[in-house]
């Protein structure tokens, strides 16, 4: 199986910066696509970025233009650069690892990510 362990997170002033970390173990050599989410209190988990392991990226509406996800393949991390950050962005952030052929999905435990105004 697959662990993912985010850290990165924490408060930052509404305009900061803060960049996410995920560090990918364990039986990694089949995942197509490592994505990040983010959930708050009574909502849905929201997509919000993916990169493949082909290196294409993909963004949800919401971040795009402020946010980047990249890898760094030699170190089994992704990385989601966040930059202007808003209250609306507090959330707790997880990294997610897909398996197409598998339709299997491994998730971390999520790092909180506080934005105050």
């Known amino acids: 199986q697959v662990q993912l362990v985010e850290s990165g997170g924490g408060l930052v002033q509404a305009g900061g910066s803060l960049r996410l970390s995920c560090a990918a173990s364990g039986s990694i050599f089949s995942i197509n696509a490592m994505s990040w989410y983010r959930q708050v209190p009574g909502k849905q988990r929201e997509w919000v970025a993916t990169v493949t392991s082909g290196g294409s990226t993909n963004y949800a509406d919401s971040v795009k233009g402020r946010f980047t996800i990249s890898r760094d393949s030699a170190k089994n991390t992704v990385y989601l650069q966040m930059n202007s950050l808003k209250p609306e962005d507090t959330a707790v952030y997880y990294c997610?690892?897909?398996?197409?052929?598998?339709?299997?999905?491994?998730w971390g435990k999520g790092t909180l990510v506080t934005v105050s105004s």
């Open positions: 997610a690892a897909s398996q197409v052929r598998s339709g299997m999905t491994y």
